[in-house]
């Protein structure tokens, strides 16, 4: 499967952004999806994922409350809408997916990986 992200860019603190991540190829609901971020000189880091029927959702302490993710099978999109924006959210978001694992937080269970869109939140 292939994933293309979009739907960065520069937001104030406090407000809202949607990516995107389509997904082309087989059997999108097949995957779990996940959304990672990498800020300069940081390690990548989870953000949120979604099993594969977008029942079970997981997301990280620091977004929890002001992200949500959700997916929508007949686009074949997974989507992270952004809101309470802060300036410690700035990075590159990712979108992956995974076989096998559903909601995993773990960045060594997903097999696919879109390119990045950059999110900068200024203060």
């Known amino acids: 499967v292939q994933l293309q992200a979009s739907g960065g860019g520069l937001v104030q603190a406090g407000g809202s952004l949607r990516l995107s991540c389509a997904a082309s190829?087989?059997?999108?609901?097949?995957?779990?999806m996940g959304w990672f971020r990498q800020a300069p000189g940081k390690e990548r880091e989870f953000v949120a994922a979604?099993?594969?029927?977008?029942?079970?959702?997981n997301y990280a302490d620091s977004v929890k409350d002001r992200f949500t993710i959700f997916r929508i099978s007949a686009k074949n999109t997974v989507y992270l809408q952004m809101t309470s924006l802060k300036p410690e959210d700035t990075a590159v978001y990712y979108c992956?997916?995974?076989?096998?694992?559903?909601?995993?937080?773990?960045?060594?269970?997903?097999?696919?990986w879109g390119q990045g869109t950059q999110v900068t939140v200024s203060s």
């Open positions: 190829g087989p059997s999108f609901s097949n995957y779990g």
């Open positions: 992956a997916a995974n076989a096998a694992y559903g909601s995993s937080r773990l960045l060594s269970e997903y097999d696919y």
């Open positions: 979604i099993s594969r029927t977008g029942i079970s959702t």
